[in-house]
């Protein structure tokens, strides 16, 4: 059976001349024997730590800010998998990882299969031209990096962004999933598509 397992990691982002602390939710989707790592935040050592002894099929990105990416190819080296990542991300990707690429792209539509289960990718630009979401409608919850919180869409103001154009993501793509859909996030708790849908309207 897939399952859902969760670590939190701290370390920094940076954007814009400008640095943070920050928190990031670490994701892992898989059964007992094999699984996906939804963004690759400040530490290796966390994330397998989630991992387990399990085999590693892909890094999927939900977007290439520097806290989500920073130790994607570090990762890639340790358990020999693809980092997928929607080429619209490309600017930022090289702000960190300036001599060297991801290995998938990701696009709208697309589904990646893992321990029984399929996590269908959602394109939700707003926070970053490349950020995606990932639903697991039989898991009954979706992965939405930094576009969807507990509270609202996720932030705007820095390089790369557009506020209208989170919005119109999440009414368009995110708000079409079942209103009982769990919302994982990037950093901080879970929510559901209902409880964002009657914040937002």
């Known amino acids: 059976m897939a399952r859902v397992d969760h670590a939190v990691t701290s370390g920094t982002f940076s954007l814009d001349g400008e640095t943070f602390d920050v928190d990031n939710n670490v994701w892992v989707v898989g059964d007992d024997t094999e699984c996906v790592v939804i963004d690759a935040p400040h530490s290796?050592?966390?994330?397998?730590?989630?991992?387990?002894?399990?085999?590693?099929?892909?890094?999927?990105c939900t977007h290439a800010h520097d806290d989500h990416v920073r130790v994607a190819p570090a990762l890639r080296d340790r358990v020999v998998a693809p980092i997928m990542l929607h080429p619209a991300d490309r600017p930022l990707w090289e702000l960190t990882h300036p001599d060297s690429l991801w290995d998938v792209d990701l696009q709208d539509g697309a589904t990646i299969e893992v321990?029984?289960?399929?996590?269908?990718?959602?394109?939700t630009p707003g926070h970053a031209p490349g950020a995606v979401c990932l639903y697991a409608e039989d898991l009954g919850c979706v992965f939405t990096g930094d576009t969807l919180f507990q509270g609202g869409p996720g932030a705007t103001g820095r390089s790369y962004s557009d506020a209208d154009l989170i919005v119109a993501s999440i009414r368009s793509a995110l708000f079409t999933l079942p209103g009982s859909t769990v919302v994982h996030t990037g950093h901080g708790d879970d929510t559901t598509i209902a409880a964002e849908e009657a914040a937002l309207s």
């Open 44 to 60: 290796v050592d966390d994330i397998l730590a989630v991992v387990g002894d399990r085999t590693v099929k892909a890094i999927v």
């Open 115 to 123: 321990g029984g289960t399929s996590l269908r990718v959602i394109h």
